[in-house]
DNA sequence: CTGAAAGCGCTTACAG
DNA sequence: CTGAAAGCGCTTACAG
């Protein structure tokens, strides 16, 4: 980077070596096409001789939008919510927005200061994934002023917008699939988070509706593993289980079972069927193939941020977005019963 | 948030409120030591009673320390790289700085377009996975005045400070285990990154060194996964390949091989021990279990965020830190042979 | 221990 | 289409 005065460019060097005013630089850079065709030219030559880079501290501050966005996950770690992550960073930089990543942890369990940290940037959106937990952290999001996007869910009642779909729309969904495969000892191995019990109750009530019991059913952790869908599997089979069909809260608890059965020769579908939940990549490289929800976490993602940009912009945004998500049958048409 | 004239509260108004000047509060922000006690618990439940949250959009711009971390890996879903990923987040949270995220895409084809944006938020620190790419981008991040840290690497001539380990020395302590363990036929199903390349670099030469063949290698893309590691291996035993040992760039490489193996009834690690690489959760749940390499994502992160800080505190720091890693023996002592 | 004042690098009415 | 000037909300010598 050439160097004047003794520091890096600023928008004030670009002036004056492009002979014209901050205001027209500043101009330039945000808006070319409101700039005269000559002094647009002479304005780039000079920024691109100097290296100059601006200073978005700065512009934020001046022009009270930051053009930042916050995202908050529990963890990126071993995480269904990553399809969502990377569409959203993605996006964001497509937008020319920047993403700040914050992490709530386990359960949301540092939300709150996650969130102050947000905050003081001044972020122009923030996007979680789940509700907005309690009040002082509702009260704080509202009050920070920029757009929140609820993801991965449905609420009745968003703080600002929401971005998902139905988890008791999705245990209903399975529940019919149970119920049209002909499934007679179901078995749900879930994670004990909000979503996953909905899930669970979603597809209880279905069955109900149909005069079936509710499912045996086993809560984990808030995090689900490919280890504990195999030893939860082979413990259940010891235990004298003989589930026709096995639905897991993800895809990593499904492998595993896939996994466990494989080792002890039980074939699947025509002993037990295994349902997954996430659509996760390797889903469809397991063999036999699961089945699975798919709930396109990289649609959620882009959604969102095209909310963000789109309220920006002025334009007029209905706080419900249902994005939907579709059933996957692999191998669970049965071969034998 | 109670607000104050019209807007929400600045450091002005909780100066005005608490009778000080705004110097003052600015110091009880940044080391509140050094206000009498008296004052700062004036200034304590004034900040409690407007609900003032720094903005620090302007504190960056004004102290010239952003107090922001960009953190560059290519992707957040199914990436090697998200126990550092989270182990930075958090600690550079628990230091009171914000990490923004950028992703450089696959074989880091993005990494131009990330790193004008993050510059342009004037980051204290930016974090890499891997060497500073080419001569353009090292230009840029050495300008943009941040410290840079590589990680996972341990290039010869940092840019500025790196944190990772040998990728050949993996390859050769992969080598010695091979040795030792009486292999004969290895084989390399690999990724087809400059990282992946140099640990079977490092294996080869070993091997060489000892007088025995280059291991046959098989390259794929640049990111691996669970389904390739299936069917890679089920086309090598298709093809009448008999390894004893095959040697995965990664633990889903592995997994994918320990599943075909079991649905084949290839007996592991009696027929052919399997190798790892990221010490991935669910790789100690597999079973068999497999043999990988610990790099201990999460320390590297760690030290990165220390080094950051410490950096900004003004103590010295050298410029290369081997976080080392370790062999992790599982299942690979032969039955038979 | 504290305050007045200048300054960080931008943006944006306002006027022409 | 362009410029002069005020202002965004902080920090930090400097002086006391």
New interface residues.
Partial sequence: ?ARYGGG?ATLGTVARLAGVSSATVSRYLNNPTIVAKRTAERIRATIAET?Y??????G??ASNR?RLVA?IVP?????IF??T??AI??AV?DA?Y??????SGEDDRRVG??L???????PDGIILTGMAGDGVHRRRLV?S?ATIIETWDLPDEPLDVAVGFSHREVGEAVANMVLAGGYQRPFVISARGRRARLRYQGLADALRVNGREPPHVEYLGYTT???EG?SRFAALIDQGYRPDIVICSSD?LAQ?VV?EA??RGINIPADVAVVGFGNL??S????PAITTVDVRGSRIGAKAVEILVGRAAGVEISNQHDTGFSVISRSTTRISS
Avoid: K, Q
Wanted: proline share 2%.
């Fill in positions: 980077m890096r290296g880079i601006p200073n978005l501290l700065a934020g501050l930051s995202l963890s990126v770690s071993h995480s990553n399809d992550v990377d960073v993605d930089s020319g920047t993403t700040m990543l914050g992490l200061t996650v102050d940290a947000v905050i003081a940037r001044r009050e002023g593993r490919f280890g195999r990593w595993g996994f494989v080792a990549g390797f469809v490289e397991i063999e």
